[in-house]
């Protein structure tokens, strides 16, 4: 993997962390390939496409006890074959203005470099604590 795309990965996970952390429904949608699927750590409820997952965090970010994640990147490994990466490391969800850890654990995204630009394919999550 050359270090420009690891870093570019590194660079866009830190961009969803703040959409995140910010309750930046408009920040979400352009990291987000059109198929996205995510499954969530402790139900293992499947989220498939942009659209869903957005409306997803909109409903998150109007909770009146609202939940905010953060993933940290341990690895990112690159396909030398596709403009495909693989992003392993940990999550945390803290209750938004205490920071109460709520849950964590770990989990693994599939990127992919689209115009330029890289998008998560695929996110899989598992709750450890």
């Given at each position: 993997?050359?270090?420009?795309?690891?870093?570019?990965?590194?660079?866009?996970?830190?961009?969803?962390?703040?959409?995140?952390?910010?309750?930046?429904?408009?920040?979400i949608g352009p990291l987000l390939a059109f198929h996205a699927v995510l499954i969530t750590g402790s139900d293992s409820?499947?989220?498939?496409?942009?659209?869903?997952q957005l409306q997803a965090w909109k409903r998150e970010f109007a909770a009146a006890e609202r939940t905010v994640y953060?993933?940290?990147?341990?690895?990112?490994?690159?396909?030398?074959?596709?403009?495909?990466?693989?992003?392993?490391?940990?999550?945390?969800?803290?209750?938004?203005?205490?920071?109460?850890?709520?849950?964590?654990?770990?989990?693994?995204?599939?990127?992919?470099?689209?115009?330029?630009?890289?998008?998560?394919?695929?996110?899989?999550?598992?709750?450890?604590?």
């Amino acid at each position: 993997m050359t270090t420009s795309a690891d870093l570019a990965i590194r660079l866009r996970r830190a961009d969803f962390n703040r959409a995140l952390a910010e309750a930046d429904l408009n920040a979400i949608g352009p990291l987000l390939a059109f198929h996205a699927v995510l499954i969530t750590g402790s139900d293992s409820a499947v989220i498939s496409g942009r659209k869903a997952q957005l409306q997803a965090w909109k409903r998150e970010f109007a909770a009146a006890e609202r939940t905010v994640y953060n993933r940290t990147p341990e690895s990112i490994v690159a396909s030398t074959v596709e403009p495909i990466a693989m992003e392993y490391g940990r999550w945390q969800g803290v209750s938004a203005g205490s920071e109460h850890l709520l849950a964590s654990g770990s989990y693994s995204a599939k990127w992919r470099q689209v115009g330029g630009d890289w998008v998560i394919e695929a996110e899989i999550y598992l709750t450890l604590a």
